[in-house]
């Protein structure tokens, strides 16, 4: 069975919309599904009835042309003759990248599985104390990105930090005398990523579970099925494709990471790519990086769907009686709000703690001209890549309504591709082309006028909104066709009657229609472009910085205390949509 189709089943009461377009790359790249457009009545009569609009075809194929560009730009890397740089790196550290992101990345999918799996389960299917409040704190975590905490983190456990003042204050003991762990190190860097990501497990998870008929666990009980039996024999088998999909993400997230992996210096990928671009000038080696991540991306996305091939799962009736949770006692009644609540604590309330902590002890002077001038950028930045993405969203959306067919499913699947891929495989897929035209421009001026252009698109913010754009693209037009399936075929057909054609159609009466939808794809995109850092990080103009590259700049810099209110800035920017989560999930079981 498709996944997708799984989850919106599962969902109406557990995920909501706003985790639903965060997996909508899922939708078009490791989901086999129908190459058609949404089941729509009206769709189906103008694909019988040839009565698609070709212009809108066109119109939505060009486009998905164009934000496939990055992804070509880097896969034609691989044809590129090796360079000198390429030739260091592959003797020397690409070994090393290659093992630390495999062992990063065999780390959180055993941490977010274990986590996510285990604490949507006891939440299902077990009932305690603070049970209904904690299902839905569970997931206050993505509103900390991985390279907050990781700042965070750091603070608290250097050696001056407030974690080992403590130990040595009770124990008299002084630097050196004692071993501490390290949290700049790989295991650090897992330990954080399974505290960010695993509420992408635990949410699709506990969907999965809620949606499963007592009665199918009713009989494997009467078959002589012990509870830990029933649990790996009969449920999770029957929540294995939803938990797979929520794994993938999570592991895809962990390889687009760069300020994290950076600040607790482990050497993945995506610092390898950093560092070859700007450290080594070689901007061929860095496209060749970007090329192997891609290719691991595109591994990691094959096994998943391989996994899956031939364990479809049906439900057997249209109504399902839910299982009805097990009311624990004694010590396990103690025990199981503790497990609950601390997976959200460490991952969220004792990061953000830290970072009010160093706002305190270091006073209100962090509210200078350089933070307001991040805070500017980042605003204008978010409120742009969230308008032209929402276009880009409803332009296709619409086109697979009014024209569908293999060019609009052709468009759609190419919008999901960007979620998928990390934001510096995605940066470097544009800079390169960027730079070729800057360089043939330049050199054809300088022949023909003898004026010298210089870079012209390059490190422009023009280049900068198209990455937002490719990047987050899938997100919005997961939340954009959510509000066209509300649009009931009859409503289609008077829309084409009254109008005066599609596009006076889709002004005048799809647009108001799908208006909400539009603005939590608007959210989306806002919310994850402030947060944005590799692409960012690569593309942004000189002399410009958001607040992601501020904190990260000075968490670099080792100035933890100035990094401090940019980060929590982005905290508390990640939490309206985290909010709308929450509230969906408060309303379900």
Not at 216 to 225: E, I, K, N, Q, Y
Not at 254 to 273: H, K, M, N, P
Not at 274 to 297: E, T
Request: include cysteine; hydrophobic fraction near 55%.
């Amino acid at each position: 069975m498709i996944l997708v189709r799984f989850v919106r089943r599962a969902k109406p009461r557990g995920c909501g919309l706003w985790i639903d377009a965060r997996l909508a790359f899922l939708r078009a790249v490791i989901i086999k599904q129908s190459v058609t457009s949404p089941a729509d009545p009206a769709s189906d009569t103008a694909r019988r009835r040839g009565q698609g609009r070709p212009g809108w075809a066109i119109a939505a194929a060009l486009v998905a042309c164009v934000l496939a560009v990055p992804a070509l730009a880097v896969a034609w890397q691989v044809f590129v003759p090796p360079g000198e740089t390429w030739t260091h790196l592959w003797t020397t550290v690409l070994p090393g990248y290659v093992g630390s992101t495999l062992a990063l990345v065999t780390l959180v999918g055993a941490g977010t599985l274990v986590l996510g799996v285990g604490l949507a389960w006891l939440t299902v299917m077990t009932q305690f104390p603070g049970r209904r409040f904690l299902a839905y704190a569970l997931v206050l975590p993505l509103a900390a990105p991985a390279y907050v905490v990781a700042y965070a983190f750091a603070d608290l456990l250097q050696a001056a930090g407030p974690v080992q003042g403590l130990l040595r204050g009770l124990t008299g003991w002084r630097v050196g005398d004692y071993w501490f762990p390290d949290i700049r190190s790989l295991w650090g860097a897992g330990l954080i990523f399974t505290l960010t990501l695993y509420p992408y497990v635990y949410l699709l998870a506990r969907a999965a579970f809620l949606q499963q008929s007592a009665s199918a666990l009713d009989v494997a009980r009467t078959l002589g099925l012990g509870p830990w039996r029933v649990f790996f024999r009969v449920a999770l088998p029957l929540a294995r494709p939803a938990i797979a999909g929520g794994l993938a993400l999570a592991l895809m997230e962990t390889l687009a990471d760069f300020g994290a992996v950076s600040y607790l210096s482990v050497q993945t990928f995506t610092t390898g790519i950093y560092r070859a671009w700007y450290a080594m000038g070689d901007r061929a080696a860095a496209g060749q990086l970007a090329a192997v991540l891609l290719g691991v991306v595109v591994l990691l996305l094959t096994l998943e769907r391989m996994g899956r091939r031939g364990r479809a799962v049906h439900n057997a009736g249209a109504r399902i009686q839910p299982p009805a949770p097990i009311r624990l006692a004694g010590w396990r009644a103690a025990l199981a709000p503790l497990l609950c609540a601390l997976p959200p604590v460490l991952g969220f309330l004792v990061p953000a703690a830290a970072l009010v902590r160093l706002m305190v002890l270091h006073g209100p002077g962090q509210v200078n001209e350089r933070f307001l001038g991040a805070a500017a950028a980042s605003l204008a930045l978010a409120l742009a890549a969230a308008a032209l993405t929402v276009v880009i969203a409803l332009l296709i959306a619409y086109a697979r309504r009014a024209a569908p067919g293999r060019a609009t499913s052709f468009a759609a699947a190419i919008a999901g591709y960007g979620y998928a891929l990390p934001g510096s495989v995605i940066a470097v897929g544009i800079l390169i082309p960027m730079t070729f035209i800057d360089r043939t421009v330049n050199a054809f001026m300088i022949d023909q006028f003898g004026i010298r252009t210089g870079l012209l698109i390059t490190g422009s913010v023009a280049g900068l909104l198209f990455a937002y754009a490719v990047r987050f693209a899938a997100p919005a037009l997961e939340a954009v066709e959510s509000g066209f399936q509300r649009v009931t075929p009859s409503v289609a057909a008077a829309a084409r009657m009254l109008a005066r054609g599609p596009r006076d159609a889709l002004r005048r009466v799809h647009v108001p229609l799908v208006a909400p939808a539009a603005l939590t794809a608007a959210l989306i995109v806002f919310v994850d472009t402030m947060k944005e850092l590799p692409a960012t990080l690569l593309m942004r103009p000189l002399n410009s910085e958001t607040l992601a590259v501020l904190a990260y700049g000075y968490a670099s810099d080792e100035r933890l205390e100035s990094a401090a209110l940019p980060s929590l800035a982005i905290v508390l920017i990640g939490l309206p949509p985290l909010v709308l989560l929450m509230r969906r999930i408060a309303g379900g079981r």
